[in-house]
Every structure is written in structure tokens, then in C-alpha cells.
């Protein structure tokens, strides 16, 4: 019967944390709640007032300061932003809310999962070229896919010296051909094999990768070269180029 009292007295305290007509001051009491179901609830509430989430973003229980990550308060968005935990500030970047200044802030976070996010979400050029010049690989690969690169750097990636990076750059549609027929030749498999599958229009290319050493990409170039516009329809109406 205690238990049920006890669970009961749970239930009521979430139910006021998680109500935006909860007077503020009870809000801050509930804030510091015995309860990680009521901090947690607090912590997700609007109306929740910035001191009270700025003690929440910080508790022990994960669950409470990703809360405060997707409170949709305006009054929280700065307060992960700032959070000491990893994915609390990767969750606050992906917020619809989120400005350029904010994202600032984080395309240099020690973390790359942070700056990952920030590289999916950014519309700002010189956010994308400094995520371009991040010392990790796949953050550069990553930002190849963002349209906010501008091009001349999608064409310097091309010629970076991890494989994984020159495979982003070959599957990306926005290098010159010129760039994509060095790339055919490139030393790796997996280079050649995104220049082939991601401009199949490219018969020209197909071709030099048919008579390739690696076996998957020599049968994918010749399946290619057989039928192009089983390769083609997912561009639309596009011309091949022989």
C-alpha cells in the first residue's frame, strides 16, 4: 500500500512539472524533485523558468538535460547550447530554433558527433568550409553533402588524401569533369566505385572503369554500359555523356 502511495504522490508531482500553468516557484521546487521522472518532466516543461533549467541541464540523470535540449522554451536553446554533456549540445543543435551564432559556437566542439550535426543543419558557407577543414576525415566527408559548401571546395576535397573523403567528393554530383575522370582513376576501389554509381551518366567513365582490377566495380561498369538508363532514372531526364 506504501508503494502505491508513494507512486501515486510520483504521478502527481510529474503531472504538475509537466503543466505550463505550474506557478514558476513551484516549478523550481519540483526542479530538485527526489524523482528523475519529475526532473525530467520540469526540465521539458515551457514554462519552466531559465534557473531551474540551467540546475536541470546539469543532472546526473542524461535523460533530464536532453529534456532541456528539446524544451522548445527559447529559454533553453542557449542553456544546452552550453551543456558540459555531448549529445545535450547535439540535441540543442538540431533544434528549429537554432541561430548561425549558436552553430558557431559549436563547429568547433571537441566532440564530433556535435559537429556533425551542425554540419547537417548549416546554411552558412563559412561554417561549411571551416567543418571542411576539420582535422577528422569523416567530418570532411560529411560536409560534402551540405550544398552550403561551395563548390571550389567540394573540388579541393576531391583531392584529399583519405579514400573516404575523395569517395564523398566522387558521390557529390558537383565536381567539374575533369576532376571526376581523375577521380576514375583513383588508387582506391571505393573511390572509383561512387565515381561509377553516382554519375552513371557518365558512359565515358564507365568505360574506363570496365576493364577495372577490382571485380565489382568492372561488372557494376559493364551492367552500366549494357542498360544506362536502368542506372539513369533516379536523375530524371538527363543526356548521357559518351
Known amino acids: 500500500m506504501r ?3 508513494q507512486v ?3 504521478n502527481e508531482r510529474a503531472a504538475s512539472a509537466v503543466d505550463p500553468s505550474t506557478p514558476p516557484s513551484i516549478l523550481r521546487e519540483l526542479a530538485s524533485d527526489a524523482s528523475p521522472r519529475v526532473r525530467e518532466a520540469v526540465a521539458s516543461n515551457p514554462a519552466t523558468p531559465a534557473d531551474a533549467l540551467q540546475m536541470l541541464v546539469a543532472d546526473h540523470k542524461p535523460a533530464v538535460s536532453w529534456a532541456v535540449a528539446m524544451n522548445p522554451s527559447p529559454l533553453a536553446r542557449p542553456i544546452a547550447i552550453a551543456a558540459s554533456d555531448a549529445r545535450t549540445r547535439e540535441l540543442a543543435a538540431a ?11 559549436l563547429v568547433s566542439d571537441p566532440v564530433r558527433s556535435v559537429r556533425e550535426q551542425v554540419a547537417d543543419v548549416t546554411t552558412s558557407g563559412e ?3 571551416a567543418l571542411a577543414q576539420d582535422e577528422d576525415p569523416r567530418m570532411r566527408g560529411r560536409i560534402i553533402h551540405n550544398p552550403a559548401l561551395p563548390v571550389e571546395d567540394v573540388e579541393r576535397l576531391a583531392h584529399d588524401p583519405v579514400a573516404a573523403v575523395r569517395s564523398s567528393a566522387a558521390a557529390s554530383r558537383r565536381l567539374a569533369p575533369e576532376t571526376l575522370a581523375m577521380l576514375a582513376v583513383d588508387k582506391s576501389a571505393v573511390v572509383r566505385w561512387n565515381v ?3 554519375n552513371p551518366e557518365r558512359l565515358d567513365l564507365a568505360r574506363l572503369i570496365a576493364d577495372d582490377s577490382d571485380e565489382m566495380n568492372s561488372r ?3 551492367a552500366q554500359l549494357a542498360s544506362p538508363r536502368d542506372f539513369t532514372a ?8 559518351d
Open 220 to 222: 557494376q561498369a559493364a
Open 234 to 241: 533516379f536523375l530524371g531526364p538527363i543526356d548521357l555523356v
Open 3 to 5: 508503494h502505491a502511495v
Open 95 to 105: 533544434r528549429d530554433d537554432v541561430d548561425a551564432e549558436d552553430l558557431r559556437r
Open 196 to 198: 561509377l554509381v553516382n
Open 8 to 10: 501515486s504522490k510520483v
Open 127 to 129: 561554417l561549411a568550409r
